[in-house]
């Protein structure tokens, strides 16, 4: 199970998501499936509640070295992760309204800007290296990872301890505020 989040950890997070148009069950789904919402989490490729990549943190204006963004709370995370969604949205041209589309966005900015169903192909060279980096996804053993997968993957970390409990704390903190 995740680490638990302060209740201003989750206003925070909450308001700096809202101001981006995304729904905060839709961030919270896919940021559950991506590091169990812990700020620490690290991929050695990717760190923090979002899986920031060095790459995505340096188009975000992220000065420091990558893996420092995984020694940030969730409060010091959340502008940053405001500042990620705000791009994304630029970058495929709409506001994720499900997290499914939201965590297309995330794999594949390409994929959800065309709203392709095929989001890695492994017999497309320029997207082999992504689709054997996350081949664990295609559970049918396809040779492509698609939307479908990614939906059966998420639906696991909905019904995971840790959405449900920030899904509840959402509601508790929307309420006192």
Known sequence: LGPEWSDEDMFIFTNHVKQTGVPVEAALAVYTAESNLDPKASSGVAWGV???????????????????FAKLGVADQSPWIQKLLEYQIKVIGFT?????????????PAAAKSKAFVIYDSKVPSQAAAYKANAGLDSKGKGHIDRNDLAAYLRSWVDSDTYRRAIDQVRKVQHVS
């Open 50 to 68: 979002p899986q920031m990549t060095a790459g995505t943190l340096k188009d975000l204006l992220w000065s420091e070295p990558a893996a420092n």
């Open 96 to 108: 994720p309204q499900t997290a499914l589309d939201l965590y297309v966005a995330n794999f594949s």
